[in-house]
């Protein structure tokens, strides 16, 4: 009997070790792009810095959109930064699935240093069984320089930052677009509705950052539903960069030229939102502060000329004023 404990034990223990093998190996994704089968996000917008002994809760998005199978969740942190994942361990996904994970009570270590950045990883894995089931299937890569599409893993860092105390001044984050084509030469010849649109591609960069709460992925949106016979008009690939990072970030997207324009949204993770957008006929360099010039701008030239309008008004009711008193001094 007492055998036979040992042999379970063992062997339990050589599972557990393989799947902590495999996590160290092969389970962070070096990027992000359109064609991921599967898929994992932050779908909060906690706050990211604090003191030490904080507590928070997290709620991450698993989404699926390989065949369907059973996932494997785990967390891991060289820092001491975990909470309990309250969903199981283990779920099953269809194509197209999503599943909400809550993780509560994931407590900053009392022994956090001012200043310094911990840091905690989720994973997710296709069932063992599915990825050699499906690891002959062909799938579509990213195509501007594309690299292997993440078929059967996902993860997602997150860093929080130790501070004094917590601050409730929250910024909107910067961004700026730098579009391929220079010129309106090299922008997209054809239009919306042409059969050509769908053989022409237009592509740009947007490089985006925070420097009080940090940044999470950007929502890339499609404005449209007419864009020919392209299945998917939008392809982007990004670093797989930590939730709540301060450095800067850049994400590479190419449109089909059959989608005039695009939106995108930068996000931080006090939910701030920079929204932006693309034109297939644009060219060069755009910042979010040019934004502000094209159009809190106007909204400013519109309020002084209003409040200038107020002045005149006023200094002409009080010359008015003065006149009539003048007038009934003068004739008494």
């Known amino acids: 009997m007492a055998f036979t404990v040992r042999l379970f034990c063992i062997v339990c223990l050589i599972q557990c070790a393989t799947f902590v093998s495999t996590i160290d190996k092969s389970s962070t994704t070096m990027y992000i792009n359109s064609d991921d089968r599967v898929r994992l996000k932050l779908s909060s917008h906690p706050i990211l810095r604090g003191p030490p002994g904080t507590t928070l809760n997290l709620k991450l998005l698993l989404i699926n959109v390989g065949g369907a199978s059973n996932f494997h969740i785990?967390?891991?942190?060289e820092d001491g930064f975990l909470g309990d994942v309250m969903d199981p361990d283990t779920s099953f996904l269809t194509t197209n699935m999503r599943q909400e994970i809550s993780v509560l009570r994931m407590r900053v270590p009392d022994t956090a240093l001012e200043g310094t950045v911990i840091r905690t990883t989720f994973y997710a894995f296709r069932d063992r069984y599915e990825r050699k089931r499906s690891a002959n299937k062909e799938y579509k890569e990213y195509r501007p320089q594309s690299g292997h599409v993440n078929v059967d893993k996902a993860s997602v860092s997150i860093e929080y930052t130790i501070t004094s105390g917590s601050s409730s001044e929250y910024?909107?984050?910067v961004g700026s677009i730098h579009y391929q084509a220079q010129s309106s030469d090299e922008t997209c010849q054809s239009t919306v509705g042409e059969e050509q649109c769908q053989y022409e591609n237009w592509s740009l960069t947007v490089y985006m950052h925070d420097e009080n709460v940090g940044i999470?992925?950007?929502?890339?949106?499609a404005t449209s539903t007419n864009f020919g016979g392209e299945e998917d008009p939008v392809h982007y690939k990004m670093v797989n960069y930590p939730i709540g990072t301060k450095e800067r970030q850049r994400v590479d997207i190419r449109v089909t030229c059959c989608m005039k324009n695009i939106g995108i949204q930068i996000i931080n993770t006090a939910g701030e939102i920079t929204e932006m957008k693309a034109?297939?006929?644009?060219?060069?360099n755009v910042d979010s502060d040019s934004l502000w010039?094209?159009?809190l701008f106007i909204a400013f030239i519109v309020i002084a000329i209003l409040i200038l309008l107020l002045l005149i008004g006023l200094c002409a009711i009080c010359i008015h004023v003065r006149r009539a008193r003048y007038r009934a001094v003068s004739q008494r």
């Open 279 to 284: 034109n297939s006929n644009d060219y060069g």
């Open 74 to 77: 785990h967390q891991e942190s």
């Open 171 to 173: 910024y909107q984050p």
């Open 216 to 221: 999470v992925r950007p929502e890339i949106l």
């Open 293 to 295: 010039s094209d159009g």
